[in-house]
Nanobody, 124 residues
Framework: QLQAFGGGLVQAGGSLRLSCAVS????????MSWIRQAPGKEREVVSC????????YYADSVKGRFTISRNNAKDTVYLQMNNLKPEDTATYYC???????????????????WGQGTLVTVSS
């Protein structure tokens, strides 16, 4: 079970920190990612962290603004979002994958475990 929380309404330029508590699976065995879906758009992998070496991917749209991290002792993954923009408005999901190849983790099809999503709304 993956439970994401921390979303909300924020003004452009503001910050939010999303958290995802993981249970029911062996956290260390999974690459963890944040995936978002804006209204009328397809799901997009925003950021992912591999399980093997901690390699990280960021979508170009969030590079320099978002930071993914994980705490293996707490089975939790985080997404710190700074300098938020209206185009960041979306439902954000945490997801887990047993895929080891970072490039493959950019594809939403790689993920077999999904949280319920938390809504982030950025006002202009």
């Amino acid at each position: 079970q993956l439970q994401a929380f921390g979303g909300g309404l924020v003004q452009a330029g503001g910050s939010l920190r999303l958290s995802c508590a993981v249970s029911g699976i062996t956290f260390d065995d999974y690459a963890m990612s944040w995936i978002r879906q804006a209204p009328g758009k397809e799901r997009e992998v925003v950021s992912c962290m591999s399980k093997s070496d901690g390699s990280i991917y960021y979508a170009d749209s969030v590079k320099g603004r978002f930071t993914i991290s994980r705490n293996n002792a707490k089975d939790t993954v985080y997404l710190q979002m700074n300098n938020l923009k209206p185009e960041d408005t979306a439902t954000y999901y945490c997801a887990g994958s047993r895929t080891v190849i970072l490039s493959a983790l950019r594809d939403v099809a790689a993920y077999g475990y999904w949280g319920q999503g938390t809504l982030v709304t950025v006002s202009s």
